[in-house]
């Protein structure tokens, strides 16, 4: 239990998958439960260790959660109130942003409105799925839509 109270404050007790508060005092058969998520398969943890690349640490996940992304890498979802097109994918841009640093193109939308509300979206769930990242968001306007993409 000690292992889960340690990474439940590292992580402000919010599930790393879906972003909402977990609650550690749930009975542990319930969706809502504390649990840690190795975050990787077995396979790619073995590949990371071939490779001498770092492993990322584990996060604090709902039980629900957890259990329904399997042993399958994790798949941060875009809230569908944010208006999108060609959608980076969330967890492999802050995988390379935490590695290598530079800039990611993460998304285009076709208003600055819509743009500054994914940019700010971006930003503050980027802190909490990468919390020693320091990010910056961008908008650029290409041929009549916006680019979002955040930088180091």
Same mark, same amino acid.
């Given at each position: 239990?000690?292992?889960?109270?340690? $990474?439940?404050?590292?992580?402000?007790?919010?599930?790393?998958?879906?972003?909402?508060?977990?609650?550690?005092?749930?009975?542990?058969?319930?969706?809502?439960?504390? /649990?840690?998520?190795?975050?990787?398969?077995?396979?790619?943890?073995?590949?990371?260790?071939?490779?001498?690349?770092? =492993?990322?640490?584990?996060?604090?996940?709902?039980?629900?959660?957890?259990?329904?992304?399997?042993?399958?890498?994790?798949? $941060?979802?875009?809230?569908?109130?944010? $208006?999108?097109?060609?959608?980076?994918? =969330? $967890?492999?841009?802050?995988?390379?942003?935490?590695?290598?640093?530079?800039?990611?193109?993460?998304?285009?939308?076709?208003?600055?409105?819509?743009?500054?509300?994914?940019?700010?979206?971006?930003?503050?769930?980027?802190?909490?799925?990468?919390?020693?990242? /320091?990010?910056?968001?961008? =908008?650029?306007?290409?041929?009549?839509?916006?680019?979002?993409?955040?930088? /180091?």
């Amino acid at each position: 239990m000690a292992q889960l109270d340690e $990474i439940g404050e590292t992580d402000g007790w919010r599930c790393w998958l879906c972003d909402e508060p977990v609650d550690r005092d749930m009975p542990p058969n319930d969706s809502r439960s504390a /649990t840690v998520d190795t975050r990787l398969t077995k396979a790619r943890v073995k590949k990371m260790k071939q490779d001498k690349t770092p =492993i990322p640490p584990e996060r604090l996940a709902h039980k629900g959660c957890n259990t329904g992304k399997g042993a399958k890498d994790a798949v $941060i979802a875009w809230p569908e109130h944010l $208006i999108v097109v060609e959608p980076a994918s =969330i $967890i492999a841009a802050a995988e390379r942003l935490e590695r290598k640093g530079g800039r990611e193109a993460m998304a285009r939308c076709p208003t600055r409105q819509d743009a500054d509300a994914v940019a700010d979206w971006l930003v503050d769930r980027m802190s909490r799925l990468a919390p020693n990242l /320091t990010l910056k968001s961008q =908008i650029a306007s290409t041929g009549g839509q916006y680019l979002v993409s955040l930088s /180091t």
